[in-house]
């Protein structure tokens, strides 16, 4: 009991970092983008990259902020139109992952994604955060169905959290 004692103090005696993030969702990152002046384009597809390149957090408060990794990808699938996610879409796409101390964004290699990709002069680019970003991994029909009636102008309301 003693030994459990000691351990949950010594614990409880480090320094306590924590990230406290509302959930994003699709709604809230359709209208996002909609608001945006940078254009930008919807894509139900599987996103390919190598995953070895996604960045490590550190708990090191010493450490210089790094600014996001930039790392190669593709994406290939269909992009949003009035009809839904129609038109056949495989494009180069920058993944753009960024830190916050120890938590970073992620991705999945080979991974189905609802995307939000912001077209750039050098093509297009997509956000993963340490709260979230502009990438829904294994999207469900409702989610897709949400997108589609944001896009037609149809009732667009973030969810509640």
């Given at each position: 009991?003693?030994?459990?004692?000691?351990?949950?103090?010594?614990?409880?005696?480090?320094?306590?970092?924590?990230?406290?993030?509302?959930?994003?969702?699709?709604?809230?990152?359709?209208?996002?983008a909609?608001?945006?002046?940078?254009?930008?384009?919807?894509?139900?597809?599987?996103?390919?990259?190598?995953?070895?390149?996604?960045?490590?957090?550190t708990?090191?408060?010493?450490?210089?902020?790094?600014?996001?990794?930039?790392?190669p990808?593709?994406?290939?699938?269909?992009?949003?139109?009035?009809?839904?996610?129609?038109?056949?879409?495989?494009?180069?796409?920058?993944?753009?992952?960024?830190?916050?101390?120890?938590?970073?964004?992620?991705?999945?290699?080979?991974?189905?994604?609802?995307?939000?990709?912001?077209?750039?002069?050098?093509?297009?680019?997509?956000?993963?955060?340490?709260?979230?970003?502009?990438?829904?991994?294994?999207?469900?029909e409702?989610?897709?169905?949400?997108?589609?009636?944001?896009?037609?102008?149809?009732?667009?309301?973030?969810?509640?959290?």
């Open positions: 009991m003693r030994s459990l004692a000691l351990l949950l103090a010594l614990l409880a005696s480090g320094p306590a970092h924590a990230l406290s993030c509302i959930g994003g969702d699709i709604a809230s990152a359709f209208l996002s909609d608001e945006s002046p940078d254009p930008w384009v919807v894509i139900d597809g599987r996103l390919s990259f190598d995953a070895a390149l996604l960045p490590k957090g708990f090191d408060e010493g450490a210089e902020a790094a600014g996001p990794t930039e790392i990808a593709r994406i290939a699938g269909r992009s949003l139109g009035r009809e839904g996610f129609k038109q056949p879409f495989d494009q180069p796409v920058t993944l753009r992952v960024s830190c916050a101390g120890p938590w970073c964004g992620s991705a999945t290699d080979a991974a189905r994604y609802v995307a939000f990709l912001k077209r750039t002069a050098e093509g297009y680019m997509a956000f993963a955060g340490p709260c979230g970003g502009h990438l829904f991994q294994a999207p469900t409702e989610q897709k169905q949400i997108v589609v009636t944001c896009f037609n102008g149809g009732p667009c309301q973030p969810a509640e959290f």
